[in-house]
């Protein structure tokens, strides 16, 4: 049995047996609100909050900021670091501040990132320069405050990023030895219209969670991916001395279970993407990679 471990290069390290499976049918492990790891405790609350919630954040803001951020934060390492342990998928939400004079774009989460969303991606890409045969899936969504201007800036940003490494939208799914040969290492997926324009842009792709807080209801609502809890305002303010990081943590056991039953693959009841929390400290990209064995098991007993 050939042993897939959780590791910088992990697709390359794929046995060749399943170089020609499309990337749809691989257990892909991804993150969830990726950027989440550097919110900014001072910056303004998203223009999708609500104008109570605003003025609540207003008069208690030495309260509310730091429940904020203790829910909002889904992730706990850096997206370098996250890259070499294995996650391929990213859940990246992105915005224009209200009022900024400057172009600049940061992720959300309720509040914005310090760092910005061309910084961080310049990173991503030297990170694929020293692992030429790995390959990301970049979700960008949400774009709250951002016109059409600065949609058509951003996207020629992208491209000139990440040039060749970009593979276009095409119907049926890549693989990684078709990828290999082109020298690409880049589905950039873009929730908008754009992507009609764009052929380097893959359209958006479905996420599927249970907006639940505890494991067995997550589970129970699962179709593709969503492996994150979350939490409404009423479970929050009767948990003020949980957080999002210890709901996820005491339900872990259950949610590995959950993912060790799961099956990689083109059938109906298969898993590509599974997205977690707080993939650092926990062994969600091991497990998820592992599930890869079952596809060569598959291919073995054909």
């Avoid at 900021?65 to 998928?89: C, H, N, V």
């Avoid at 890409?125 to 951002?146: M, R, T």
């Avoid at 993912?259 to 990689?264: L, M, R």
Wanted: net charge neutral; glycine share 4%; aromatic share 12%.
């Amino acid at each position: 049995m050939i042993k897939m471990s959780c590791s910088p290069d992990w697709m390359s390290s794929l046995p060749e047996e399943l170089w020609d499976t499309p990337l749809t049918e691989f257990a892909i492990p991804g993150s969830h609100d990726a950027m989440s790891y550097c919110l900014d405790i001072n910056s303004p609350l998203v223009p999708s909050e609500s104008d109570c919630f605003r003025i609540l954040d207003g008069l208690f803001y030495c309260f509310t900021r730091p429940t904020i951020f203790k829910w909002a934060t889904t992730q706990d390492k850096s997206i370098e670091e996250q890259l070499s342990m294995g996650i391929r998928y990213f859940d990246l939400r992105v915005a224009h501040k209200l009022k900024d004079p400057s172009s600049d774009l940061y992720f959300t989460h309720v509040i914005y990132t310090h760092l910005t969303v061309l910084e961080t991606l310049s990173s991503v890409a030297l990170w694929l320069n020293s692992h030429p045969k790995e390959v990301v899936i970049l979700a960008c969504s949400h774009f709250q405050g951002i016109s059409d201007k600065l949609h058509q800036s951003f996207i020629f940003s992208l491209k000139k990023m990440f040039g060749s490494k970009l593979c276009p939208y095409k119907v049926s799914a890549p693989t990684l030895r078709s990828l290999w040969a082109a020298g690409q290492q880049v589905i950039l997926s873009y929730d908008s219209q754009h992507p009609l324009r764009h052929p380097e842009l893959w359209p958006d792709i479905p996420y599927w969670w249970a907006n639940q807080c505890t494991a067995k209801e997550v589970i129970k609502g699962f179709f593709v991916c969503g492996l994150n809890l979350t939490a409404d305002r009423c479970f929050i303010a009767e948990n003020l001395r949980q957080s999002l990081r210890t709901i996820t943590f005491s339900n872990w056991e259950c949610l590995r279970g959950w993912v060790e039953k799961q099956t990689p693959g083109s059938g109906p009841q298969s898993l590509n993407i599974i997205a977690g929390d707080f993939v650092g400290p926990l062994p969600l990209c091991s497990l998820i990679i592992a599930l890869n064995q079952k596809l060569l098991r598959k291919k073995s007993s054909r």
